[in-house]
């Protein structure tokens, strides 16, 4: 069993920081990992997604993630935030295809831009 | 113009009603997902279809059955809605790149 853990419940940062949402994962197989965005009253909006290769991915809006195989991990980060980035983040993971294509999420990490 | 779709948007139900949430993707996608959102659970899976007329168990569809005529076309339905059924519901569509999802509104159903 697959398992997502977003260890950070609310983040709060001001406008011009660098944010880092943490993602750990657990999991043995081969395994798709993504982020999404969720602004209130929205659904959910991919940002980027990792399978194999170059461990950063660049996604949206100025969001990066980095994979990591030895801590199970796929952090996203930004190097300076905006107010309208404020929303809820979900890690998700997925792996196989078929029958197996489904998504897993993180209970998702709530970020607060202050002006 | 939406590709994801759902209806209706929001829903007051009576326990042990039936509830029937209707979800249309206009992606041309194989897979469609039900996940339902409550607060401090984040999104869970209750039921995925990757082809027309066949539907797959996610993780919690107790309580729940789904359907899927049609390629565009997805339902989850609620045959005797209780309280624990309270929740915001999502669906979603996606290609073979199905970590990559696409989401619809969401309805609101308030089982009372």
């Known amino acids: 069993t697959q398992t997502v853990s977003q260890s950070d419940a609310h983040v709060t940062v001001f406008e011009g920081d660098s944010v880092e949402l943490r993602c750990n994962y657990s999991?043995?197989?081969?395994?798709?990992l993504s982020w999404y965005i969720q602004h209130h009253g929205h659904g959910l909006q991919f940002l980027l997604k990792?399978?194999?290769?170059?461990?950063v991915v660049q996604g949206v809006n100025g969001f990066e993630a980095e994979f990591s195989k030895s801590d199970s991990s796929f952090h996203l980060r930004k190097a300076s935030v905006h107010w309208s980035d404020s929303a809820v983040y979900f890690c998700a993971v997925s792996e196989g295809g078929g029958s197996n294509a489904k998504l897993t999420f993180g209970k998702g990490t709530k970020l607060s831009v202050k002006s | 113009e939406a590709a994801v779709t759902q209806s209706p948007r929001s829903k007051v139900a009576v326990t042990g009603g039936k509830v029937t949430l209707s979800c249309h993707q206009t992606n041309n996608h194989d897979y469609m997902y039900w996940y339902r959102q409550d607060t401090g659970h984040g999104l869970r899976l209750i039921h995925y279809?990757?082809?027309?007329?066949?539907?797959e168990k996610g993780d919690i569809p107790d309580g729940y059955k789904a359907s899927r005529p049609s390629q565009e076309n997805f339902s989850l339905i609620l045959e005797l809605a209780s309280l624990s059924q309270t929740a915001v519901y999502f669906c979603a569509s996606s290609g073979t790149n199905y970590a990559e999802q696409f989401f619809g509104p969401g309805t609101r159903l308030t089982v009372l």
């Open positions: 999991y043995g197989g081969s395994i798709y």
């Open positions: 279809s990757y082809v027309a007329d066949s539907t």
């Open positions: 990792y399978y194999s290769g170059n461990p």
